[in-house]
């Protein structure tokens, strides 16, 4: 398994701030992926991190508004721009394992006043 | 990848089995079908996976209809920490399908 390290856990961050989540892996991944689940909502995929290249996005969410780093195999970050209400939500980063299950974060809990 | 069907809520006395249906009719031959169960402000937490075969760990036991149209996830003995979401997820493995989530069951325990 893969223990995936998310920080900040939660932070209150006024309207249009940034915020950059940091994602951390124990052991080396093959895909790292970032999902927003807003409240009392499924969670949906926001883009795969693709170590060394420009994240691929999902319909519906843009790089300008969610750029995503990873620099290298077991470390991610995604920032949310420009910062709106609309926006708070948990966003957890999660990680696909060589043995093909998916293991996640405990979430960061954002919420923009 | 194949969507699926689960209903939105069950209850569950506790120290019965939990048996969470699922439907994916629409599955390809390559496709898993994955459970996950999410437990309120925690992420998700893997249950099992498979392709065919009934599958048994731990934690649960996965029954797959011989035409893999559905599937079960059965919990043997409920407890109140079983309490959770509930996602069933079907892709193909090795490939780079992601990890599509639906509504999932919200499974109740009840002492």
């Known amino acids: 398994s893969a223990v995936i390290s998310q920080k900040p856990s939660r932070d209150i961050c006024q309207r249009g701030t940034s915020l950059t989540i940091q994602c951390q892996v124990d052991s080396q991944v093959t895909m790292m992926f970032w999902y927003r689940q807003q409240p009392g909502q499924s969670l949906t995929l926001i883009a795969t991190a693709n170590q060394g290249s420009e994240a691929t996005y999902e319909s519906g969410f843009v790089i300008d508004k969610f750029p995503i780093s990873r620099p290298n195999l077991t470390f991610s970050t995604l920032t949310v721009s420009n910062m709106s209400p609309e926006d708070s939500s948990i966003y957890l980063c999660?990680?696909?394992?060589?043995?093909?299950?998916?293991?996640f974060g405990s979430g960061t809990q954002l919420s923009v006043l | 990848d194949a969507k699926t069907t689960q209903p939105p809520s069950m209850d569950c006395a506790e120290g019965r089995a939990a048996n969470l249906p699922c439907n994916h009719s629409?599955?390809?031959?390559?496709?898993?079908v994955y459970w996950y169960r999410q437990i309120h402000s925690q992420g998700p937490q893997y249950i099992i996976h498979?392709?065919?075969n009934n599958e048994t760990n731990e934690m649960a036991s996965l029954i797959i209809t011989e035409d893999r149209k559905s599937s079960t996830l059965i919990l043997p003995h409920a407890t109140l920490r079983d309490t959770a979401v509930y996602y069933c997820i079907v892709r193909a493995v090795n490939t780079g399908n992601q990890f599509y989530f639906g509504t999932g069951t919200s499974l109740t325990v009840i002492p």
């Open positions: 498979g392709l065919k």
């Open positions: 629409t599955i390809s031959g390559n496709e898993y």
């Open positions: 999660s990680a696909r394992a060589a043995n093909e299950k998916l293991f």
